[in-house]
């Protein structure tokens, strides 16, 4: 089966630094991917990560550890925009890429 | 390039009724796959459908179903609808499922709610 957590809710000030944590246990594993999505709106992507290690896009970056089965989103710079539900998600293994998607962490970002 | 397109946006229904939900990718791409979103269980997966196939399926029940078409339009139906199935229905795109680079195109979804 598959499991994938990351926190309900965060707060952050305007301008600081926030980390989201996604911890996942999966049977096989063929990528991990964080989604961006306002409220009434479609999700969008921010990034896809198949390896180990950091990658950077921005004010934005996404960390993997799949030995541990981790990862993290961090935000730079917060702004206001940056208020949003953040999505991780897991494409399984066995050749399918089905997304399994955790709850989202709604981030809110206040002046 | 137009994004990914969904109709209707809104619309009600009562139990028991059955409703057809449409959805025109971005222009090129091969897969449609579509998701159920609620506040309880968040964005969860229906199918995927990939040049006309269904080629992945999640653990729906069979009243959830899918088709896709030539031009690669995709339309789910919902029959015998519950009160559960009240959610947004998202569509996404993508050339091929996302395989390679992780990204889906998501529409604005269908916000179906059912009385």
């Known amino acids: 089966g598959q499991n994938i957590d990351q926190p309900t809710e965060m707060t952050a000030t305007e301008g600081a630094i926030v980390q989201i944590n996604c911890t996942y246990q999966t049977s096989g594993f063929n990528g991990l991917f964080w989604y961006q999505q306002h409220a009434g709106e479609a999700p969008t992507f921010l990034s896809y990560n198949v390896l180990d290690g950091l990658e950077e896009k921005g004010r934005f970056s996404s960390f993997l550890s799949r030995s541990k089965g981790y990862s993290y989103l961090l935000l730079k710079e917060l702004q206001m925009k940056d208020s949003a539900s953040y999505l991780c998600?897991?494409?399984?293994?066995?050749?399918?890429?089905?997304?399994?998607f955790g709850r989202g962490t709604s981030l809110i970002v206040h002046p | 390039k137009a994004g990914v397109t969904q109709t209707p946006r809104y619309l009600i229904k009562t139990r028991g009724q059955q409703v057809t939900l449409s959805c025109s990718p971005i222009?090129?791409?091969?897969?449609v796959s579509w998701y159920q979103q609620t506040p309880g269980q968040g964005l969860q997966f229906l199918f995927e459908y990939f040049s006309e196939t269904q080629r992945n399926k999640g653990n729906f029940p069979g009243r959830f179903s899918g088709r896709q078409f030539s031009n690669s339009r995709s339309e789910m139906n919902v029959s015998t609808l519950e009160l559960g199935d009240s959610a947004l229905y998202l569509c996404a795109s993508s050339y091929d499922g996302g395989a390679n680079t992780g990204e889906l195109f998501f529409g604005e979804g269908s916000r179906l709610t059912v009385l």
């Open positions: 222009s090129g791409h091969r897969s």
């Open positions: 998600a897991v494409y399984m293994g066995g050749g399918s890429y089905i997304p399994t």
